[in-house]
C-alpha cells in the first residue's frame, strides 16, 4: 500500500527535528546510537563527535573535531586503521557497557575495552575534547571507565598526559596520520620511555620508525633541558609529572579562548604547535620541533657536542677524540669520540670532575636517578662506581636537589647559550693534570696577548700620527682587522660617486648620528648611506656594534644591511633603500597621515611586532634593541615595517634578563621608567618603547611634547584616562575616524599598547604574548597604571637636554633630532 504524501512529509519533518535535537546533545547511553551523518556536540559548543572522510578519501571515520573553526580540524579518530567505505556507520553501546563501532548494523570495526562495567553506561563528549565512558550517575574523572585521552591519535590538547601509568601499565603516545587522507598510525611517535625498574630518569623521544629522530632531554624541574626556551608564557603552563603512581608530561591553558594543540607531521617529520588565529581565520606555526639539525637524534654522534653556530657544528667534548679522526675530517660524526685517557678503575680514587654549563643533558637509556640526595652526595655516589660517567642535579630550582646520573657513553648533546644546567664529567687524574696545565699557559698567553695588543694599540696611534690615508688597510697588515674583515665592506670611492659626494639633494634625513644620503651603486642596486658624524658621539665602537649586530640577524620585519666603510675620517654604513622612509613621515604628517589608512597602520603594529619578537626570542643572539621609535622603523616600497639602527643595540647570554647601565642611552618619550631613571633595561623595555610606538601610530601624535596642549598629560596619560572612562576610541587619528576601520581591532591594539606601558617590567607583556595576543580574538587582561603618566619637570632622565648632568652612578646620553 502506497504512503500518502502527507504522511511521508511528516516522518520526514519529525526525522529532521529528531537528528537536530540529537545534535544538540553531548552524550549517548544504551537506549541511543549515532548514525553517520549525526553528531555530538560538546556542552559549550567547543567539540563535535561525528563520522568525516579525510582529504579526498571516501572512507568513513568517527572523529572529533573542533565545533567553530571553519578548517576542519579533526584532533582525534576512533578507527584509524579501521576504515568503513560507506555511509552504514552505527556508534552505540553494547551489553557489556562498551562503546561500539558497527559496520551494516552487525560488525564490530572497532571498540572500547574497559574492564568495568556501569550500572548505566553513557559516552559523553566534554569540552576539553575528551570523549569519556562513564556511569550516567559518577562524573568523577578519577573513575572513568574509558577516555579518548588515553588513545590520543596525532594531536596532544591540553589537560591530555603524554605518558606512563604505572599502575595499570598505560602507555600514552602520540603518532602522525600516515599521510593527509589517512588516520592509520605512521611511524612518526612521540611519547615518554624510562625503565622503572633500573630507575632510569624519563626522557620524550620522538621516533621515526624504531630509531629515535629528537630527545626532548630530561626535564629539570624548570623546562626539558634540550628546550631551555620553553619558559612560563601567558598562553598555557606546562607540567612533568615523576612519581609511584604517573610519569607524564601536560599542558594547561591559562586562556580559555586560546587555541592551540600540538601536532605530529608525518610529511615534514616535525612536532608544531599550532595556535589558531581568528582575525586570519588560520593556523599558524608557534614553534616547531626539531628546530636545527642540532636537535636530531645522536647528530655528534658519542661525548661531542653539537653547536649550531660553529662550523662544523662538532665539538668533541674536552677530555675526548674523535674515535676516526679521518671520518671526523669528513664530517661524518657518526662514530663520535672516546677518551684521550681511559679510565682506569683501579684509580678511581685519583679521578675527578669537570663542570660543563649550558649543555642539554644526555640520553637517560642508561642513567640512574634518587630524588632525595644532594650535589655532594651525588658526586661521592658517582665516584664510588668506576662505570659512572657523569653526574647533576635531577632538579634544578632553587639551590638544586636531587641525583642523576649517566654510565657509559653521553650521547645527544647540544650547547645552548641560555642553558642552566651543569653536568659534572668524569675525568682521569692524567686528564685533569693536563688542564692545570692548559690553564697555566692560557694565563701565560693572555699576558702575551695583552703586550701584543698594547703595541698594536701604539702602531695604530703612530699610523694615524703619520697620516694614513687608509687606515684600514694599514691595520689588517698587523693583524687587527681579522674580526672586522669578515663583515662587508664598500670602498669610500664607490659610496661617494653612489650619493654625488653625499650631496644635499639626495639627503633622506638627519638623526642624531648624523646625516643618511640615498644612492645607486654601480650595479643598479639603490642603498640608504648612514654617515656618522663627529659631532653624534658615536665612533667605531658603535658603527661596529652595528654591523656586527645585524648581520647576524635576518628577518622579513628588520632592515638588511648591505656593507659598511671605514676610511680616513668616514665611518659609514650601507643599508638596502627604503622607497617610503620612515614611520614617523606618515604618522607625524598632516598630508601623510591620511595616506596611512587604518589596515595599513595594524599591518605596521604586527610587522613591528614581529619583528622584536625576533629580536628577543627566536634570533641566534637575545638582541635588546635600545633605541626603538618611530624614526627607526623603515617602510619599503609595500609599506612593509623594518626595524633600523643597532647601533645602541645590547646582546644578552645565557639567562641573563636584563642589566644595569651607568650611560643611559636612548630616545626621550620612548625610554622606559626602569632605564630612564635606574639604567636597568631588557626585554621588557623594548616592550615599553613598542607600547608607545603603538600608541603614536593609533593616534598619529607624538608621545613627546604631547603634554603642552593636554594639561600635563602625556599621550600615554591620556590613553589611560580614555581607558578608564570606557572612551579609548577617541584616542584614533582625527583622520581616520570618518574612514573604513575596524573598531574592535582599534581598540584591542590601544589595550595591548596601555599593557606593552605598564609602570612596572614585571607587569608588561613579552613579545610573543604580544603577538599572540594581536592575532586572535581573547579576553585581554585589565592594565595597570602606566609609567609617565603626567609630565614630570625634573625626572631623572626626562630631561630635554642633549648635554644632562652626569652622575657617579648614571650617565645618561639622549637622541633627541628625529628626522629621517
Given at each position: 500500500?502506497?504512503i ?8 520526514a ?25 549525526a ?8 567539540f ?17 573535531w573542533?565545533?567553530?573553526?571553519p ?7 576512533a ?19 562498551n ?13 572500547t ?5 556501569a550500572?548505566?553506561?553513557?559516552v ?15 562524573g ?16 596532544m ?5 603524554l605518558g606512563?601509568?604505572l599502575?595499570?601499565?598505560l602507555k ?7 599521510s ?13 620511555e624510562f ?8 626522557d620524550?623521544?620522538?621516533r621515526?620508525?624504531t630509531?629515535?629522530?629528537l ?17 612560563p608564557?601567558?598562553?598555557y ?15 594547561n591553558?591559562?586562556?580559555?579562548s ?5 601536532v ?5 617529520s616535525?612536532?608544531?604547535?599550532l ?16 628546530k ?7 647528530t655528534c654522534?658519542a ?13 668533541c667534548?674536552r677530555?675526548?677524540?674523535p674515535?676516526s ?11 663520535g669520540?672516546?677518551?684521550n ?7 678511581k ?22 630524588k ?9 655516589k ?16 632553587g ?16 650547547q645552548?647559550?641560555n642553558g642552566q ?5 668524569r675525568?682521569?687524574?692524567s ?9 697555566k ?10 703586550g701584543v695588543?698594547?703595541?698594536?694599540l701604539y702602531?695604530g696611534y703612530?699610523?694615524r700620527?703619520?697620516?694614513?690615508k687608509?687606515r684600514?688597510?694599514?691595520l689588517?697588515?698587523n ?40 644612492g ?10 648612514k654617515?656618522?658624524?663627529?659631532s ?18 635576518q628577518h ?9 666603510c ?18 614617523d ?6 598630508k ?5 589608512e587604518?589596515?595599513?597602520?595594524f599591518?605596521?603594529?604586527c610587522?613591528?611586532a ?16 635600545r ?5 627607526n ?17 645590547r ?13 643611559v ?5 620612548y ?8 639604567g ?5 623595555s ?9 600608541l603614536?601610530t ?12 593636554n ?5 600615554i596619560?591620556?590613553?589611560w ?7 579609548s ?25 596601555l ?27 585589565q ?5 609617565y ?17 652626569s652622575s ?13
Amino acid at each position: 500500500m502506497a504512503i500518502p504524501p502527507l504522511m511521508l512529509k511528516i516522518a520526514a519533518t519529525f526525522l529532521f527535528l529528531f537528528q537536530t535535537v540529537f545534535s544538540a546533545l553531548d552524550f549517548i547511553d544504551q537506549e541511543q546510537s549515532m548514525s553517520d551523518g549525526a553528531t555530538l556536540v560538546s556542552k559549550e559548543q567547543s567539540f563535535e563527535l561525528g563520522f568525516f572522510s579525510p582529504g579526498n578519501s571516501k572512507n568513513r571515520y568517527v572523529g572529533i573535531w573542533y565545533k567553530n573553526i571553519p578548517v576542519q580540524t579533526v584532533v582525534w579518530v576512533a578507527n584509524r586503521c579501521s576504515p568503513i567505505n560507506d555511509s552504514s556507520g552505527l556508534l552505540t553501546i553494547n551489553s557489556t557497557g562498551n562503546l561500539v563501532l558497527l559496520y551494516q548494523k552487525k560488525s564490530v570495526v572497532w571498540s572500547t575495552s574497559s574492564s568495568k562495567q556501569a550500572k548505566k553506561p553513557i559516552v559523553q563528549l566534554l569540552d576539553s575534547g575528551n570523549l569519556v565512558l562513564r556511569d550516567q550517575e559518577d562524573g568523577n574523572s578519577e573513575t572513568y571507565l574509558w577516555q579518548s585521552f588515553d588513545y590520543p591519535s596525532d594531536t596532544m590538547m591540553p589537560g591530555m598526559k603524554l605518558g606512563w601509568d604505572l599502575r595499570t601499565g598505560l602507555k600514552r603516545r602520540v603518532s602522525a596520520w600516515r599521510s593527509w587522507d589517512d588516520p592509520c598510525n605512521g611511524d612518526f611517535t612521540a611519547g615518554v620511555e624510562f625503565d622503572p625498574v633500573h630507575h632510569t630518569f624519563p626522557d620524550v623521544y620522538i621516533r621515526k620508525g624504531t630509531s629515535k629522530f629528537l630527545r626532548t632531554g630530561p626535564w629539570n624541574g624548570l623546562h626539558f633541558s634540550g628546550i631551555p626556551e620553553q619558559k612560563p608564557n601567558p598562553l598555557y603552563r606546562y607540567d612533568f609529572v615523576y612519581n609511584d603512581d604517573e610519569v607524564y608530561y601536560t599542558y594547561n591553558l591559562k586562556n580559555k579562548s586560546v587555541i592551540t594543540i600540538l601536532v605530529m607531521n608525518q610529511t615534514v617529520s616535525n612536532r608544531e604547535r599550532l595556535i589558531w588565529i581568528e582575525e586570519e581565520r588560520t593556523w599558524k606555526i608557534y614553534g616547531s620541533s626539531p628546530k636545527d639539525i642540532c636537535d636530531r637524534y645522536g647528530t655528534c654522534g658519542a661525548n661531542a657536542n653539537c653547536m649550531i653556530n660553529d662550523n662544523p657544528i662538532c665539538k668533541c667534548l674536552r677530555g675526548f677524540k674523535p674515535k676516526s679522526q679521518e671520518q671526523w675530517s669528513s664530517m661524518d660524526w657518526s662514530e663520535g669520540c672516546v677518551r684521550n685517557d681511559p679510565l682506569n678503575c683501579s684509580e678511581k680514587h685519583r679521578d675527578g670532575f669537570i663542570k660543563f654549563s649550558g649543555l642539554k643533558l644526555p640520553d637517560t637509556i642508561r642513567s640512574w636517578v634518587n630524588k632525595s640526595m644532594n650535589l655532594k652526595e651525588c658526586r661521592a655516589k658517582c665516584l664510588s662506581d668506576c662505570s659512572c660517567t657523569a653526574y647533576t642535579n635531577s632538579d634544578i630550582r632553587g639551590k638544586g636537589s636531587g641525583c642523576l646520573i649517566w654510565y657509559g657513553d653521553l650521547m645527544d648533546l647540544r650547547q645552548f647559550p641560555n642553558g642552566q644546567q651543569d653536568l659534572f664529567i668524569r675525568m682521569p687524574h692524567s686528564e685533569l693534570e693536563k688542564g692545570k696545565a692548559d690553564k697555566k699557559m692560557r694565563a701565560l698567553l693572555l699576558v702575551a696577548v695583552v703586550g701584543v695588543v698594547s703595541g698594536m694599540l701604539y702602531l695604530g696611534y703612530f699610523i694615524r700620527r703619520r697620516g694614513s690615508k687608509d687606515r684600514n688597510q694599514a691595520l689588517s697588515q698587523n693583524g687587527d682587522k681579522e674580526e672586522d674583515m669578515e663583515l662587508p665592506l664598500f670602498n669610500l670611492s664607490s659610496i661617494t660617486a653612489a650619493t654625488e659626494n653625499f650631496s644635499w639633494q639626495n639627503k633622506l634625513g638627519e638623526g642624531g648620528f648624523g646625516p643618511v644620503y640615498r644612492g645607486n651603486l654601480e650595479d643598479g642596486r639603490e642603498i640608504a648611506v648612514k654617515r656618522l658624524s663627529i659631532s653624534s658621539g658615536q665612533g667605531v665602537k658603535e658603527l661596529k656594534n652595528e654591523v656586527k649586530l645585524i648581520a647576524k640577524l635576518q628577518h622579513r620585519n628588520l632592515v638588511k644591511l648591505l656593507g659598511c666603510c671605514i676610511q680616513e675620517e668616514d665611518k659609514l654604513l650601507v643599508y638596502e633603500y627604503m622607497s617610503n622612509k620612515s614611520l614617523d613621515s606618515f604618522i607625524f604628517d598632516q598630508k601623510q597621515g591620511k595616506l596611512l589608512e587604518w589596515s595599513k597602520r595594524f599591518q605596521i603594529i604586527c610587522g613591528i611586532a614581529r619583528g622584536l619578537l625576533y629580536l628577543h626570542q627566536d634570533s641566534r643572539l637575545r638582541v635588546i634593541h635600545r633605541d626603538l621609535k618611530a624614526s627607526n622603523v623603515l617602510l619599503d616600497h609595500e609599506m612593509n615595517p623594518k626595524i633600523s639602527d643597532f647601533g645602541l643595540a645590547r646582546t644578552f647570554c645565557g639567562d641573563q634578563t636584563e642589566e644595569k647601565t651607568s650611560r643611559v642611552i636612548g630616545t626621550y618619550g620612548y625610554m622606559a621608567p626602569e632605564y630612564a631613571f635606574d639604567g636597568l633595561f631588557s626585554i621588557k623595555s623594548d616592550v615599553f618603547s613598542f607600547g608607545i610606538l603603538v600608541l603614536e601610530t593609533v593616534s598619529g601624535k607624538k608621545n613627546r611634547g604631547f603634554h603642552h596642549d593636554n594639561h600635563g598629560f602625556t599621550l600615554i596619560g591620556l590613553a589611560w584616562k580614555l581607558h578608564k572612562e570606557g572612551s579609548s576610541f577617541e584616542l584614533l587619528d582625527k583622520h581616520l575616524r570618518e574612514s573604513d576601520h575596524n573598531r574592535e581591532q582599534v581598540l584591542r591594539c590601544i589595550h595591548i599598547g596601555l599593557l606593552c606601558v605598564q609602570q612596572s617590567p614585571v607587569d608588561r607583556p613579552d613579545m610573543s604574548a604580544v603577538v599572540v595576543m594581536l592575532g586572535s580574538e581573547s579576553e585581554l587582561p585589565q592594565p595597570k597604571p602606566p609609567g609617565y603618566f603626567m609630565e614630570m619637570d625634573s625626572a631623572k632622565g626626562d630631561t630635554s637636554s642633549s648635554k644632562p648632568e652626569s652622575s657617579s652612578t648614571n650617565d645618561m646620553s639622549i637622541s633627541l633630532i628625529e628626522a629621517r
